[in-house]
């Protein structure tokens, strides 16, 4: 018997990362968008690093002054770069036959045959780059001519009398969504961070309203729970209401920016770097205008505790994903950023996410 295939019964795949955990249609969705690959300062210490973004491997490398995001395959014999090395900070040089890739992902050097021009099939497939706020920004599948203007926006990160600070990446075995709407979510301060910043007996979420935005919305957030470290605490001057200002930057970024007494700020960028459907590292940098001349160290150690009280929860949710349709969880008046959230992604045309 004849069984007529047609084209599109299949499904073409031939774009996507080998082992691909997201649904083909999601991928290419996400795969428009800016994330955060690397710290800058390990790129500069290391000469070069690995990375996933969308299951995609990719070596983050220098070459002089200029930092190259490429396929992590050498483009002669399959080798991963990050095998590699980048002995002179020009670029890196694979591990088995030692050719070599610069600027650009350009092949520069083919030590078997010095003399010969180098054909342009061994040039790697490279990606865009911006650097901001102290981390390497990429995109998979750009538009044409696009760069910094899609990188999400953090506010104060250049302001004077700020101090900059990069938190060491944190991975966490969980889907990126999760991880944002956690984020964007006040209603679990009292349950869950109460080792740090939160306050046990305060767990009322008072009325709050969300607006959009180009890149998804912003929220004020005003409520009595306090932001400093516990020890504190009894800093906050009486009647004192902190303002917590969200702004989410679809698919998976999102900006804090706290209001301390006195004028203080502490913006906090929030870029959760979907690895794989069920992984993500991410990046936060932060950006003070109080308490400038403290070890920077301490601000490291207070966040990464927030960071696994969160990782905690996140890791364990089921489903997995991110439910993009409303009645498949059930929902409180506190979650109207959660809400407002989803329905963003639903709108970027994103579905289950994850294969299976
Ligand atoms: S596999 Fe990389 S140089 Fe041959
Ligand atoms: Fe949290």
Not at 23 to 31: K, P
Not at 288 to 304: A, K, M, S
Not at 311 to 323: C, G
Request: proline content about 8%; aromatic content about 10%; some cysteine.
């Amino acid at each position: 018997m004849n069984v007529a295939v047609t084209t599109n019964q299949i499904s073409d795949v031939s774009d996507l990362p080998r082992n691909c955990s997201f649904d083909a249609d999601d991928w290419r969705i996400l795969a428009r968008h800016w994330y955060a690959v690397a710290l800058v300062r390990d790129v500069e210490e290391k000469g070069l690093v690995g990375a996933v973004l969308l299951d995609e491997r990719l070596v983050v490398y220098k070459s002089g002054t200029e930092i190259v995001v490429a396929n992590d395959i050498c483009t002669h014999r399959g080798v991963p770069l990050t095998m590699g090395s980048n002995p002179d900070g020009n670029g890196v040089r694979c591990p088995y036959h030692g050719l070599q890739f610069g600027g650009g992902g350009k092949c520069v050097k083919v030590p078997a045959h010095p003399d010969n021009a180098i054909p342009g099939k061994l040039h790697l497939r490279s990606y865009p780059v911006v650097v901001r706020y102290g981390l390497v920004w990429t995109c998979l599948r750009p538009e044409e001519g696009e760069g910094a203007a899609k990188v999400p926006v953090m506010p104060h990160w250049d302001d004077k009398g700020f101090q900059q600070i990069n938190c060491p990446h944190f991975d966490i075995a969980g889907f990126a969504g999760r991880q944002i709407e956690g984020f964007l979510d006040v209603a679990h301060f009292a349950f869950i961070h109460t080792e740090t910043f939160a306050d046990p007996d305060n767990p009322v979420v008072p009325a709050y309203e969300t607006k959009p935005t180009d890149v998804g919305f912003e929220a004020e957030y005003y409520s009595t729970v306090g932001n400093y470290p516990h020890g504190k605490q009894d800093e906050t001057p009486k009647d004192y209401l902190w303002l917590r200002h969200f702004r989410a930057h679809l698919p998976f970024t999102a900006h804090l920016t706290v209001h301390f007494p006195d004028g203080g700020r502490l913006s906090i960028l929030n870029a959760a770097t979907p690895v794989s459907a069920r992984k993500t590292r991410l990046f936060v940098p932060i950006a003070r205008n109080f308490d400038t001349d403290r070890p920077v160290q301490e601000v490291y150690d207070f966040n990464l505790k927030v960071f696994q009280e969160d990782a905690e929860m996140v890791e364990q949710q089921k489903p997995e994903n991110l439910p993009l349709d409303p009645r498949m969880e059930a929902h409180i008046p506190a979650d109207r950023s959660s809400i407002n959230y989803r329905r963003g992604l639903r709108d970027l045309g994103l579905s289950h996410f994850f294969i299976a």
